[in-house]
Each structure stands twice: as C-alpha cells, then as structure tokens.
C-alpha cells in the first residue's frame, strides 16, 4: 500500500515534533520511519489484518495536530524528573515496530501519557483519561501511553474516547504496559465516538510473577475499530484476563486481534469476547494463546460468542491454540448465531413487544462481559450507557457522547 503521504508529513513536520519532544521518544522515530517505508501498511494478505482494510482507514488526506507538543513534552518531561525513572528502559521496548501501524505511532507520536504507580501503592480511586476529539479538518492523532506498575502496586484505569465534532478522525493508539511482580492492574478501553471516526489500538502487555491484569475493551459506539491487545507473561504464578464487547450496526466495523503468550509456567488466562451485530455492521475476532515449550501447568480460556441479528450483518471469528507443553489444560471456542426464536415467543405471549424481547435478549447477552467488571460504579454506568445504546438513544446525538 502506498504510505507516502505519512512519509512526506513526517518529512515536513518532523523537526518541530523532534524540537518538542522529549529525547527518549526522538531515539526511535527514524528507525520506525525506515520500518514503515520499507513495509508500507499491510494488506488484507497478512494474517494478522486479515479483517481489517488499513488501506481504506489511511487513504484519507488526515493532518495532525501539533500545537499541543510543546505543553505534551513539558508534561511528559515533568513526570520524568518527578518519577525519578530511566524510562529508556520501558519506552518503546515492547511495542512491535516491525508493525507498521505501530511504527507509525512511534514516528509521529504527540500526545504522550505516563502513569507511574510506585511499588506497594495502591490506587484507591481510579484513574480516568477521557480523550476528546475535536477540531474542524480531518484529522489524525498518534496516542502514546506508558504504564508502569511497580512491585505490589495496585490500579484502575479507564481511557475512554468521544468525539464532539462531526469530522473524520483517525486515532493511532500504542500503549506499553509493564507489571512488575505482585502488581494488579484493571485497564478499561471504552469507545464512544462516531460514524466517522476510525480508532486504531494496539497493547502491549509485559506481566511479572504474582501478576494479575485485567484488560476490558468496549466498542459501544464507532464508525471503524481495530483493537489488538499481546500479553507477555513472564513471571510464574500470574493471571490474565482480556474481555471485550461489541454492539455495532449501520455499517460500522470492529476487529479484536488478541495474543496471550504463556511464556512461563503455572500460570492462567481467560479471554471472554461478545459481539451484537445488527444491520449490516461486520465484526471479526482472532485470538491465540501460545504455549511456549517451558510453560507447563498452563490453565487457559478463550471463548468468543455472537449474535448477528439481521441477515446483512458479518462476523468473522479464528480462534487458535499454539501449544508446545504437554501438561496444560486450554480450550477455546465460538459461536455465531441469531436472536433465540423460543425465548422470544415465550416474551411475546407475556405481553412483551418485539423490539422489547429483542432488546432484552441482546443486552442480557452483552451483560456477561459488563458484569465481569469489578468497579460496581463502573459496572453500573455501562449498564445504563448499553441500554440507551440498544434502544437507540445515542446515534440520535451523534458528534456529541460526553454524557
């Protein structure tokens, strides 16, 4: 695919970015540039975005915004000096640039977060970054999160992303996240932006010994979405757990690409994923769990359920075993089906309408995922955004989902 636009962009705003920023985040634009010049954006033949149509998400004619990099590089620098960290040794370590996508984040990276949580700190409120797109142009914007769990730390965190103006954007999110050992950290991803909105994120998880993550993404409303979440376990006795709902209709698209390494042993991961898929919205799912040679006593799940609930609406769905232990109990599994006929019927001769008995068959199907949540207040807040989703509610005020 033709990547030359990205490559002429950088050409002509790479100085300011670089003057801007800070020298950790500069060491590794030219190499990423060299990697995406080489490999240009990967087509539909690669296996990885083998549901994802990159050259129809990057075609558009997208600026970025850079009058915010001088107040980014003050902060992201501040929180440096404050954290007293060599964050050399985490920034940009686990991300795959051999990932053009990827690649490309690290090469035009502006808005730039960093959440450090010293050892044995435990959060007690979570942590809430709410991202808002705005602007009057098309625009892109490359998204760089750092998260550092020390020993025995403790945290919730919630990114979430709206789009209040009615223009094409396009986001490119890298977050790297580092456990150290007997950390547990909850990261939320929610996306409630719009039609024309398309929304890249890759994960990169790295988990220590005694680790427990839990990673939940949610696609509530979108135009096109790709998420891929890779979790490196490390450290024995750990465990992992990646979540993820989807509701889509109209024409919008979702692709959740998932990887659980299982590097070392005794340890154990679960993956629940569920799709609602109406008109003629297309959804896809890959997940693998690989097994490494040394990773004995693995105890993994992976299960991915959908509904399509009209004849137009696509899914497509690969689960994979990758196992090279011969002591490990995994199972992985899907289904791709329609509105449960009987229990329907059965609503409907109680009184209950139609459009009720189906509402009320996809939302307790999408409540499996919601109630896995252990923030209640959290869990209590998508209850209430999913309803007003299935009903309808929020597509009638689209360019606005701050409430």
Known sequence: MNNNQYIDLYTQV????????????????????????????????????????????????????????????????????????????????????????????????????????????????????????????????????????????QADIIISDHAVDHQQFLTNQVIEVFCADNSHLNLYEIEETNLMCTRYSNVFIREGRDCSVRHTVLTIFNGHTRNFCRVMMVGENSETILNGCVIADKMQRVDNNTCIEHIVPNCQSKQLYKYVLDDSAVGAFAGLIHVHKDAQKTISEMTNANICATRQARMFTQPMLEIYADDVKCSHGSTVGQLNDQALFYMRQRGISLYEAQLLLKSAFITEVIDTIPLEVLRDRLHLIVDKRMRGELSKCEGCKLC
């Open 14 to 153: 790479g100085e300011t970015i670089r003057s801007r920023s800070c020298g950790v985040m500069n060491l590794h634009r030219e190499e990423a540039r060299k990697v995406l010049e080489a490999n240009g954006f990967p087509s539909q033949k690669v296996e990885k975005y083998k549901y994802t149509n990159v050259e129809q998400d990057f075609a558009p004619d997208y600026g970025i915004q850079l009058s915010s990099v001088g107040n980014t590089r003050t902060e992201f620098c501040r929180q440096l000096k404050d954290a007293d960290l060599d964050v050399e040794n985490y920034y940009n370590k686990i991300a795959d640039n051999t990932d053009s996508i990827v690649a490309l984040n690290t090469m035009l990276a502006v808005d730039t977060l960093l959440i450090h949580v010293p050892r044995n700190i435990h959060v007690k409120y979570p942590i809430q970054i709410n991202n808002v797109l705005k602007g009057n142009q098309d625009t892109m914007t490359n998204r760089r999160v750092l998260i550092i769990m020390e020993q025995g730390a």
